[in-house]
T-cell receptor, first 112, second 111 residues
Framework: GESVGLHLPTLSVQEGDNSIINCAYSNSASDYFIWYKQESGKGPQFIIDIRSNMDKRQGQRVTVLLNKTVKHLSLQIAATQPGDSAVYFC???????????FGRGTSLIVHP | ETGVTQSPTHLIKTRGQQVTLRCSSQSGHNTVSWYQQALGQGPQFIFQ???????GRGNFPPRFSGLQFPNYSSELNVNALELDDSALYLC??????????FGPGTRLTVL
């Protein structure tokens, strides 16, 4: 069946370092992926998305890489800041809709 | 902030009771989705309402039901509460089937 999962539950980095959060998916037919950030006490917030016809997409301080061969995507955060501390989810929308299927999430902890 | 609001922010109920959670959509949005997020887990899709009709449902029993009103606000009702229903309940609104914007959630504790 379809699943979206994450490799590491917790990632600790120093302020200013680059962070890489990984995500594996199992449905090779998936054509769209979204990364969300969820801060404590808030709902998930859209960060960046990528379609399967792309290998890389860049936003402000964030880059998503998609490797369809191994069904893996990653979120890279440049110059990580304390405000980046949150749980990050990759999500795969269900069947053509924008209803995301979430994995467990990775908790990013940024140390000053 | 997304403009999606939820009430109440926290709620404590006992097993067997019924609960109603409320969500106000972002202005201009006509679609509302509800999610359950257990502690340490990602949100799980409960159902979606589009223009007052249920438009998709996740793997949740019938005691989870909902409504969407003409102003596109929405309610989530849960009957016969169980301990495992303790979670953060998230509402997300969108225009048609486009990007969803999440509210801050309602934290439900069932004792």
């Amino acid at each position: 069946g379809e699943s979206v999962g994450l490799h590491l539950p917790t990632l600790s980095v120093q302020e200013g370092d680059n962070s890489i959060i990984n995500c594996a998916y199992s449905n090779s037919a998936s054509d769209y992926f979204i990364w969300y950030k969820q801060e404590s006490g808030k709902g998930p917030q859209f960060i960046i998305d990528i379609r399967s016809n792309m290998d890389k997409r860049q936003g402000q301080r964030v880059t998503v890489l998609l490797n369809k061969t191994v069904k893996h995507l990653s979120l890279q955060i440049a110059a990580t800041q304390p405000g980046d501390s949150a749980v990050y989810f990759c999500a795969e929308p269900r069947g053509g809709s924008y209803i995301p299927t979430f994995g467990r999430g990775t908790s990013l902890i940024v140390h000053p | 902030e997304t403009g999606v609001t939820q009430s109440p922010t926290h709620l404590i109920k006992t097993r067997g009771q019924q609960v109603t959670l409320r969500c106000s959509s972002q202005s201009g949005h006509n679609t509302v989705s509800w999610y359950q997020q257990a502690l340490g887990q990602g949100p799980q899709f409960i159902f979606q309402y589009y223009r007052e009709e249920e438009n998709g449902r996740g793997n949740f029993p019938p005691r989870f039901s909902g409504l969407q009103f003409p102003n596109y606000s929405s309610e989530l009702n849960v009957n016969a509460l169980e301990l495992d229903d303790s979670a953060l309940y998230l509402c997300a609104s969108s225009l048609d089937y486009n990007e969803q914007f999440f509210g801050p959630g309602t934290r439900l504790t069932v004792l």
